[in-house]
């Protein structure tokens, strides 16, 4: 996993969250074969992630792994939107992480989420196709009449979106409106686009598929994603574990590298 070096981030919050975790394997009417012992501990994770957050599931899942390796963590990435439905409708998932704090506070007041923890910040950026083919030269005259992808205001990604057009007074007539910023991301990498407004670490993830063009005053529009642990989960010591380490200063060196502000400092406090 490169840039990471789990064994040494991690080793502080390892000693405090595995007496945790065992819990599973000791508890009371477990047998003494070995296999059962080791179903007994397995600590498997459902994270319902916005769709921002897949870039993160490859390097959670190893720092997951690192901490206690029965803590396995699965994903489902989705618009936030999608996901409080998920939820709602009786879903399976652990923990929660939204793109927003709009989301999460509706998930709260409906009793489907426990206590929410900021985890990080993202802001956004237009993004066009590898060689710019449609002249793209910023939030300018030269969207006329070009083909932009947007969200939807009901998720995240929309409302910021709106609130920047609104800052700019510019009303872009959007080609499509989709749920997810990965929709977005796709059809302007796939070229059925000529532009879209992404966070920026959907940018980076995108690498040399796509081409980045500042929006302005989009610093002023930043969006805090909140992170829970759900009202239900199927092992709540190891969906807090999790929780604990998406919010640890440990793993804040791996938001940073992917284009996130972690809220964590080093030290494992609120920056």
């Known amino acids: 996993m490169t840039g990471i070096r789990p064994r040494r981030l991690l080793r502080r919050l390892a000693l405090p969250l595995l007496p945790a975790l065992a819990l ?150 959007a080609a499509s409106l989709e749920q997810s910023v990965s929709d977005v991301l796709g059809k302007v990498a796939g070229g059925n686009a000529d532009a879209g407004w992404v966070y920026r670490t959907d940018a980076a993830a995108a690498g040399d598929d796509v081409e980045v063009i500042e929006i302005p005053g989009a610093e002023r529009h930043i969006n805090t994603l909140v992170a829970a642990v759900t009202a239900d989960p199927a092992d709540r010591a190891a969906a807090q574990a999790l929780l604990d380490l998406l919010s640890s200063g440990e793993f804040a060196e791996v938001w940073a590298r992917h284009g996130f502000t972690p809220v964590a400092g080093d030290d494992g406090a609120d920056a």
Not at 82 to 103: C, M, N, T, W, Y
Not at 111 to 120: F, R, Y
Request: charged fraction near 20%.
């Open 24 to 173: 599973a394997a000791c508890a009371p009417g477990g047998g003494d074969d070995a296999a059962d012992a080791g179903d007994a501990a397995a600590a498997e994770v459902v994270v319902l992630g916005a769709a921002s957050t897949r870039v993160l599931n490859d390097d959670l899942a190893a720092a997951a792994a690192d901490l206690d390796p029965a803590l396995r963590p699965t994903f489902v990435n989705a618009g936030s939107t999608a996901l409080v439905s998920q939820l709602r409708e009786g879903s399976p998932g652990d923990v929660f992480i939204s793109a927003d704090e709009k989301h999460m506070a509706d998930a709260v007041a409906e009793g489907l989420v426990g206590e929410p923890v900021d985890v990080a910040t993202n802001s956004m950026v237009m993004v066009v196709p590898k060689g710019n083919p449609a002249g793209i030269t910023g939030v300018d005259d030269s969207l006329d009449g070009a083909k932009v992808v947007l969200c939807d205001v009901q998720v995240p990604c929309g409302r910021v979106s709106a609130a920047i057009q609104e800052d700019l007074g510019r009303d872009i007539d």
